[in-house]
């Protein structure tokens, strides 16, 4: 362990400026958004200048940490025959414990180390602590096991370049050519993503310890091709679905009596542009739930059968929020205006899958036996702000922030105010306009609304485009505007956020399923 | 057993084959000098010897251990000091000893001082900076104050000024003194190996065609100059240990390979009955010039 810390302490003194200078990306984004003035509302270039930036920052932050990790495993070289450590009394063992340290302390750990107070210091609580740490951790340690095995079979740092550069057009080409040719339902299509994962993990691991314990570089290269003609393999001809039968999340005590239960099914057509699909809706009964609370279904399999033969519907569009706007909005009201007496959302739920024409006749014609497995997430609402309706107020709770930047009256009449947000529920990817986060893309709805309790009005507030300014670390920094008649002094802005706080999984069915058939 | 042992060892690199069916032993507290022309095997022996190559075939062996299995238990008592190799460079020499002081139980920092001193290495400046010289200085020194069973060097003579190399070579020597070590030196420094050397190997295309002590070369190798004036000569047909036969006018020189006053003078009567034959020692670096020149098979025969 003593020659582990003294190499992990050589690697560390080596890189401390670039580090520094790394982990001081950040710490120039949270400079500028604690401190500077942000453009005013009709700066739309700028706005979109500081956007860029932040994204630049970001890919950057991205580039160097991948840089680092060659950085970290150049300087103790395992390929080649001019290595200075073989000749000295380190194991190769002990220089894989050194490493790992090193890329899980200088590159895992110190990031969420810089970022901690900026998270404290907006309101942060511990759960929202942990999420942002465990997301920070995991970009890091995919952009470490994208560069570690590379890193590890290259002699030379423009070898790891030149093998990085030949990787990323070699995966671009070959993803593209087998994801085009994709026939397959989506719960094998999960099941291989899984399994590329796993395998993915493996090969790193496998290639990593190989050549630190060994050396032989060759046969390190040979089982890294190994092991991406596995992933091709599994891509392109995994037959069998197991992701349906995984179950990744604890349930909690709160989903404990929450059932679901089908209430009647229709097959309907809709009409997108010149296209006319089928769509087969599921209406079930939700019942159990606490409030206040609500239920967001994220995705679902539906099997139906007929004695054996056995058929599933490839894709699901289960229905989002919107099927339920009124009861998101009647409950964040509610939660305003402190109304115990909300009932929980124990209510009829929809369904809906479209693009299931080739199924629909014979949904309708015979009723099969039906079996569906949903996987959903329950939702608290949460007030995370609550203050006057005035420049410079601001207020912060569960990672959620707000300050008040400009109230000015419109020439058409009432004001216009704008509004600094910071939202924990961001991720470094959302910025980036041609990526998805996974949290972004999930559409939690936020309200925002102008109370009087003095007067008992409470108006709610129509949403504007948020525009987005930047993510540091986890926390989104956007700006939104809202129109709003008159106010005074006793207005307050109060904002709704509803927090995810448990999943579940839920398996319905049904011996015989009555289809019916309705014509839109 | 010696500390290095080599066995039948070949090492391929694709089809070019740098070492073939070498062997090698070492006894211990002897140096000895790997002698051959570029190309002849002898960093990639020495690669193999300290795991930095794997043999294709046969095995090489330090401290009784097979170099493939080279733990840091062997590698405590062996140093290894190779201009070619990479180096922490970033690093000053003071932050380069005080990174190898603690891998070493051994280490003796008086005597760390003492070289640091004597070979004037400045502490604060970086590897990178270093002159060439001062950089193979600054490697032996992290090499020498840990006083390693076995030293294997590479070339470490290898384009340094004669000052630097008088440096290099008196460290060795004075830190030798102090203690009991094997050597095993690859170099084309035949004077500086005629220094440090008690045995000699000599390479060519990846084997051992001469595996001798420096005295029992120094004592059988003589220049012979015959001095044939008038009288009658039998210059073909001459004894295969007879090196670089060659005749100039009346003058007659070879290098005698089995030299011995009994022997060679008779033989030197029977063919030049009234010439003056004189017989002069030879330094390494003339016999080991006389043996790569006379070829491989002649050396074969001489030894």
Known sequence: MKVVWHIFRKDAFRLRWILALWLALPVVQMIYVGLAPLPSPEQKNVVEVIRYF??????????????????????????????????????????????????????????????????????????????????????QAVITLIALPLAALSP??????????????????????????????????????????????????????????????????????????????????????????????????????????????????????????????????????????????????????????????????????????????????????????????????????????????????????????????????????????????????????????????????????????????????????????????????????????????????????????????????????????????????VKVVFRPVAVFERTISSPRMEITPLSR | MNPIEIRQLTRRYGRLEAVHELSLDVPAGSVCALLGPNGAGKTTTLKVLLNLLPPTRGEARMLGVDSRKLSPRELRQIGYVSESQQQPDWMTVRQFLDYCRPFYPTWDTALEKTLLARFELPPERKLKHLSRGMRVKAILLSVLAFRPKVLVLDEPFSGLDPVVREDVTSGLLETAQAGDWTVLLASHDIEEVERLADRVALLESGRVWLDETVESLLTRFRRVEVDLQEGPAQTDAVPETWLKFERAGNRVTFVDSRYSREATEPACRARFPEAAVTARPMTLREIYIALARSGRKSGEAAA
């Open chain 1, 54 to 139: 932040f994204v630049l920052l970001t890919l950057i932050q991205a580039v160097v940490s991948y840089l680092l990790v060659m950085s970290l495993i150049d300087d103790d070289l395992l390929a080649g025959n001019q290595a200075f450590w073989p000749t000295r009394p380190i194991s190769g063992r002990q220089l894989l414990g050194a490493k790992l340290l090193g890329l899980v302390v200088l590159l895992w750990l110190a990031p969420v180390v810089v970022l901690a107070p900026w998270w404290l210091a907006h309101g942060y609580g511990w759960p929202e602590l942990g999420k942002a740490a465990g997301s920070v951790v995991l970009t």
């Open chain 1, 156 to 493: 030379r740092s423009g070898i790891f370049l030149v093998l990085t550069g030949v990787g990323l057009v070699s995966n671009l080409v070959g993803f593209a050519a087998v994801f085009n040719a994709l026939r397959v339902s989506s719960e094998v299509q999960e099941s291989r993503g899984y399994l590329c994962m796993a395998l993915w993990l493996a090969t790193v691991m496998g290639v990593t310890a190989h050549q630190f314990l060994t050396r032989r570089t060759l046969r390190s290269a040979g089982l890294f091709g190994v092991g991406w003609i596995c992933i091709f393999c599994v891509l392109c001809w995994w037959p069998w679905d197991f992701a349906s039968k995984i179950s990744w999340s604890h349930e909690s005590p709160l989903a404990a009596n929450l059932t679901l239960q089908p209430q009647s099914a229709l097959v309907s057509s809709s009409q997108r542009g010149k296209t006319t699909y089928r769509v087969f809706n599921l209406n079930m009964q939700l019942a159990g739930l606490p409030g206040p609370y609500t239920v967001v279904i994220d995705s679902e399999q539906n099997t139906f059968s007929w004695g054996g033969e056995i058929s599933k519907l490839p894709l699901t569009r289960f229905s989002g929020t919107g099927w339920f706007r009124s009861v998101f909005d009647r409950m964040a009201q509610a939660v305003v205006l402190d109304d115990k007496s909300i009932a929980p959302m124990n209510a009829l739920h929809t369904g809906a899958v479209i693009e299931a024409s080739a199924l629909a006749e014979r949904l309708l014609r015979e009723a099969p036996a039906y079996r569906g497995v949903l996987r959903g997430r329950i939702f608290q609402p949460v007030v995370v702000a609550d203050l006057p309706l005035r420049v410079g107020e601001s207020a912060q709770r569960s990672g959620y922030g707000v300050c008040i930047e400009a109230v000015q009256p419109k020439e058409t009449g009432g004001i216009q105010f704008v509004v600094r947000v910071f939202s924990a529920e961001a991720e470094p990817a959302s910025i980036i306009p041609w990526t998805v986060g996974t949290r972004s893309s999930t559409a939690v709805p936020e309200y925002n609304f102008v109370v009087n309790r003095r007067r008992g009005s409470i108006s709610l507030l129509n949403d504007s485009e948020p525009e987005m300014l930047g993510c540091i670390g986890t926390l989104g920094v956007y700006r939104q505007r809202f129109d709003y008649g008159a106010v005074d002094e006793e207005c307050r802005l």
